[in-house]
């Protein structure tokens, strides 16, 4: 079953019916809310990975954009620019998943990919810009 | 088995002084014993890589001809300081661009000259009789000024807060990105490495010091801005918190781009992480015994960020064994911890100053004046007045 990570934009001030249930009742996917900012008055982002049948994406995805949200296929791929990279260790603060750690011993930066949920947050915290997502 | 200066320098003179990182050090110290430990070595290495950013270069330009007074200064769009004599200039690491703000600041104009780039310079002046031209746009590398030099107010922080926040809001500090409801902590010091928790109170670091200054040789000038010996200490006379601080110089032309790196605090500004390294001398068992400290035994205060108020709240102590586990615990709580200074960064300046001590004979200078003592001052803070005080 294919599965796709889409970032989702919430307009201010916009009540948003509770999309997730929609999701799975109407359409028959799977959402998983990897993260989410959504705050009253303010726009919202939602990094939201979805699995089901292949045929009922496009209809999900409509019913999302119909309900006034910006669909985005999510970033699949992160990168780690060691030439710019100081081994600080800002980055490991904001990773919740561990996907970034820092070796206690060595000072090392260990990254496993496979943990990564694509969030960013490391991509703002890095103050060498050493961290980039890409699709 | 005191030692003096004289004698550690003859020592380093001849080849035959032994020399150790801080590091090397504590675990000597604690296999051998602290006194075993004193006896047998000269020097200790110290080394700290996080971002400082009371920190920048004085840069001169030489005189174009017909020559200009600079009143008005950027480097590739940055403002540089316009206040001193017709081509000197004062380049702040935290200036932003006046065109990318944040991302690019004085920190990366100084990055770029260290790695031989060319930077544009434009300034602007209303004319004098002796300085007619009114404006110039030109390009400078490193190897075209007169003088490139480092002149940091306040560098090495002796010791620094554990930054949380109980705040219901992210926030963005220059210790990073602090998640609500105690979401993370950060931490920036180098611990057992960080040179003026080696040497707690100033007896061997003060005015005069030749230290490690991003890679080049340099100087402890001046005791650093909010220099605080009062901050309240351990057993061993180590600061809990913040406290002392070193105004150093040291040559940007000698410099290296391994130990100087631009960075950019989303949400807060450009700053840059400043390599600094220090030698102390072992005169004693009383220096022996501070130098042997090791993460487990230095201790740091968690403060938080969420109020943002002169006088934030105090959470507790953790030391720096802890921190650096990735994980302590506050209230009860377990709380992701994350560095901003680089252990791997620090070790190496240590290492390379070791480099410096025992294969190219640098010694260490003893110094003139001795940074301002615990007991002897504390800082004040800015109180907002309605008029001027007479
Ligand atoms: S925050 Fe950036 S520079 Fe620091 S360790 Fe992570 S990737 Fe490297
Ligand atoms: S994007 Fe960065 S912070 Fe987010 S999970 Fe991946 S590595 Fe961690």
């Known amino acids: 079953m294919p599965r796709k990570r889409f970032d989702l934009t919430f307009p201010p001030n916009r009540a948003t019916k509770p ?12 959402p998983n809310i990897l993260r989410a900012q959504i705050q009253p008055g303010q726009e919202g982002r939602m990094l939201l990975e979805i699995t089901g049948p292949r045929e009922s994406f496009d209809a999900g995805v409509a019913f999302l954009e119909a309900e006034g949200i910006t669909v985005q296929p999510a970033a699949t791929d992160i990168k780690l620019h060691e030439d710019a990279c100081v081994l600080c260790g800002l980055c490991t603060a904001v990773c919740r998943p561990a996907a970034l750690m820092m070796d206690a011993e060595t000072g ?26 890409s699709f | 088995m005191a030692k003096t200066w004289d004698e550690i320098n003859a020592r380093i003179a001849s080849g035959e002084a032994v020399v150790m990182t801080a590091e090397e050090f504590g675990s000597l110290a604690a296999d051998e014993g602290l006194k075993a430990a004193a006896r047998k070595v000269d020097v ?26 600079m009143g008005q200064i950027t480097l590739n769009d940055v403002d540089a300081y316009g206040g001193l004599a017709a081509v000197d200039t004062y380049l702040g690491v935290t200036q932003p661009s006046r065109t990318k703000g944040i991302e690019y600041g004085g920190a990366h104009v100084i990055e770029d000259l260290l790695r031989g780039r060319a930077v544009r310079l434009r300034a602007w002046s209303a004319g004098t009789d002796c300085y007619p031209r009114t404006e110039i746009d030109t390009w400078v590398t490193i190897d075209d000024l007169n003088q490139a030099y480092f002149f940091n107010p306040r560098n090495a922080y002796q010791n620094y807060a554990v930054a949380v926040n109980t705040s219901d809001r992210t926030i963005h500090t220059y210790l990073g990105t602090l998640l609500p409801h105690l979401g993370n902590a950060t931490f920036c010091s180098a611990g057992a490495l960080s040179p003026l928790l080696n040497d707690p109170t100033y007896r061997t670091i003060g005015v005069g010091s030749r230290i490690f200054v991003a890679g080049a040789p340099g100087y402890v000038a001046w005791e650093g801005t909010q220099h605080n010996p009062n901050q309240s200490r351990d057993e061993h006379g180590v600061p809990v918190g913040p406290a002392g601080t070193l105004a150093v110089i040291g040559d940007l032309k000698q410099a290296s781009p391994e130990f100087f790196s631009a960075a950019t605090f989303t949400g807060y500004g450009a700053s840059a992480f400043m390599g600094i390294g220090v030698p102390i001398p072992v005169l004693d068992e009383d220096i022996a015994e501070t130098l042997a400290l090791t993460d487990a035994d230095l201790t740091a205060t968690i403060v938080d960020y969420g109020v943002a108020r002169r006088s934030r709240p105090s959470l507790g102590h953790v030391t720096y064994a802890q921190l650096r586990s990735g994980e302590i615990e506050i209230d009860g709580k377990r709380v992701q911890t994350g560095p901003i200074s680089s252990l791997s960064k620090a070790r190496r300046i240590a290492s390379e100053l070791k480099t410096w001590i025992t294969e190219q004979g640098f010694t260490l200078t003893q110094p003139l004046q001795l940074l301002p003592q615990p007991g002897s001052q504390s800082t004040k803070p800015l109180e907002i007045r309605a008029e001027e005080a007479n």
């Open chain 1, 19 to 30: 999309i997730t249930y929609h999701l799975v009742k109407d359409y028959d996917l799977t």
């Open chain 1, 108 to 133: 090392a930066l260990l990254f496993d990919k496979e943990k990564c949920v694509y969030c960013e947050a490391c991509v703002v915290a890095c103050p060498r810009r050493a961290v980039t997502l």
């Open chain 2, 44 to 69: 200790v290495t110290t080394g700290t890589f996080g971002p400082m950013c009371s920190s920048g270069v004085v840069l001169n330009f030489g005189h174009s001809d017909p020559p200009i007074r």
